[in-house]
């Protein structure tokens, strides 16, 4: 009968030891958290008898995405914002040919809709003759609403791709300005092709904002 009852209380004190043993490690880990709080350190996760770390760390996990697609979106938004504010400023400016082809153009690749902009063309044929031609793709064109063009064409063809603009330059050898002054009448990207006199071809995008 003692022994019996032996086993019996042998049994009773080892389940007491495992409960306070339970209840140690779980005061440990709490006092643990309490001092990082102390100290302003926030653990990422509370600690309790049934942690499960890997739930805490898909949430985790997803919520940094989140925030990580939120921030992108922002300074997306932001950069937009800037773009529009500066719109047809110094920084879109664009220059395409040279001196030495004889060629250049200048224009803004940011344009504001309905908001007129010149589309400048410098000249400098290297052989005598009056008629200069500049080719411009109707792609830009019907995009566009043309304001007047200086000095005006003497004549203008319509080709198959593109309009052909004959201009009547007096000095030839000498550098000519030609300006198109233009207004956009739609958004969003839009290419410049020209085609100058040599068939030599420049192109170029640019963008419409509302």
């Given amino acids: 009968m003692n022994y019996k009852w032996n086993r019996r209380g042998a049994f009773i004190s080892f389940c007491i030891d495992i409960q306070r043993n339970k209840r140690k490690q779980l005061r440990f880990f709490n006092n643990w958290h309490y001092i990082l709080e102390k100290d302003g350190i926030r653990p ?3 600690i309790s008898e049934n ?3 890997h739930q805490n760390r ?3 996990s997803k919520k940094w995405k989140l925030e990580t697609i939120i921030w992108i979106s922002i300074a997306v938004l932001l950069s937009m914002v800037f773009l529009i504010i500066i719109g047809a400023g110094p920084l879109s400016k ?4 040279s001196k030495e082809e004889g060629f250049i153009v200048e224009l803004q690749t940011m344009l504001r809709y309905k908001r007129a902009f010149s589309l400048n063309f410098s000249v400098n044929p290297p052989y005598p003759g009056k008629d ?8 830009f064109l019907k995009n566009m609403s043309t304001i007047k063009i200086m000095p005006e064409p003497e004549v203008t063809f319509i080709g198959k791709d593109d309009y052909i603009f004959s201009f009547n330059i007096p000095e030839p050898t000498k550098e000519t300005r030609i300006v198109f002054y233009l207004e956009p009448v739609v958004t969003g990207i839009t290419k410049l092709i020209v085609v100058q006199e040599n068939g030599k071809v420049m192109e170029t995008d ?4 509302p």
């Fill in 44 to 46: 990422t996760f509370m």
């Fill in 51 to 53: 942690i499960k770390l």
């Fill in 58 to 60: 898909n949430f985790y």
């Fill in 94 to 97: 664009k220059t395409i040919g």
């Fill in 132 to 139: 200069y031609r500049i080719r411009i793709n109707k792609g």
């Fill in 206 to 209: 640019a963008f419409i904002y």
